[in-house]
């Protein structure tokens, strides 16, 4: 039903005015203070890094946290990643609505900074079943419009609910050279990853990275790098590029946390 009405309504005349989306003064209410960061989320004390080297994966642990009606918790009440934040929305929006609207979840393309068909960005999209119009709402970068006046976004894969809000999981993991999204700032987004040393991915051989890619410019340029090399202490800045993205106290916090897990890597 979904992915027919998302195929009709791409074909459909664009243009009407934003006053005719359902609910909008409620929806733009609740995402308007979200803010798409992961920092404040990973340097705090309790989250911890972890390296599988044998499966060539790593782990963010307590990265994700719940009330105790499991609802999912943004750090400082708004700061969040893409599947957070969608997540908070839908919660918050399901009261909202009767049974003529349908709400799941969806990874997308999004032609700025997230292009990749294996891209892992998560939206909501909304339909009516009563005029078969379909909504999509990024809660990440503030957009809620008829889909198909959205035409830097292209739908993946569309889902009822998210894995790890059905299994209330604390962590999140990714194979080595994938990155997790920082934030974004400038035109630039931040993303962090552990990537293996000239092909070599054991104690002696990894980097914690942060790297940057610029909005529309599909390269990533690392911008700090902390880890081993051969057993050896390995580690790089790009002054310029780092202190215009993040504060001193930021760069500050960031070095520190990726000393502590170095340490606890033996």
């Given at each position: 039903m979904m992915l027919a009405v998302l195929t009709s309504c791409r074909t459909a005349v664009c243009g009407e005015p934003k006053n005719d989306l359902p609910f909008y003064e409620a929806i733009m209410g609740i995402i308007q203070p979200l803010e798409y960061s992961g920092f404040p989320v990973m340097v705090r004390p309790q989250v911890n890094l972890s390296v599988d080297f044998d499966r060539r994966a790593w782990s963010l642990q307590n990265i994700h946290d719940y009330d105790a009606q499991g609802g999912i918790i943004l750090e400082q009440g708004h700061y969040g990643l893409c599947a957070e934040l969608a997540t908070y929305l839908y919660e918050k929006l399901k009261p909202m609505l009767d049974a003529r609207f349908e709400v799941k979840f969806a990874m997308a393309t999004e032609s700025g900074f997230f292009s990749a068909e294996n891209s892992n960005h998560i939206v909501l999209?909304?339909?009516?079943?009563?005029?078969?119009?379909?909504?999509?709402?990024?809660?990440?970068?503030?957009?809620?419009a008829k889909i198909r006046d959205l035409p830097e976004y292209h739908v993946l894969d569309i889902q009822d609910s998210l894995g790890f809000i059905k299994d209330k999981s604390h962590d999140v993991s990714f194979f080595v050279d994938q990155a997790i999204p920082l934030y974004i700032k400038d035109d630039?987004?931040?993303?962090?990853?552990?990537?293996?040393?000239?092909?070599?991915?054991?104690?002696?051989?990894?980097?914690?990275?942060?790297?940057?890619?610029?909005?529309?410019?599909?390269?990533?340029?690392?911008?700090?790098?902390?880890?081993?090399?051969?057993?050896?202490?390995?580690?790089?800045?790009?002054?310029?590029?780092?202190?215009?993205?993040?504060?001193?106290?930021?760069?500050?916090?960031?070095?520190?946390?990726?000393?502590?897990?170095l340490q606890q890597i033996r």
């Open positions: 999209l909304m339909v009516d079943r009563a005029s078969h119009e379909a909504y999509l709402i990024d809660p990440s970068f503030h957009k809620y630039f987004l931040l993303s962090f990853s552990v990537i293996a040393v000239d092909g070599k991915f054991n104690r002696d051989n990894f980097l914690f990275v942060v790297s940057a890619n610029r909005r529309n410019k599909f390269w990533g340029r690392d911008i700090l790098a902390v880890g081993r090399r051969r057993g050896q202490l390995d580690d790089f800045e790009d002054k310029f590029l780092l202190q215009q993205l993040l504060t001193a106290d930021q760069i500050k916090i960031l070095e520190s946390k990726f000393n502590d897990w």
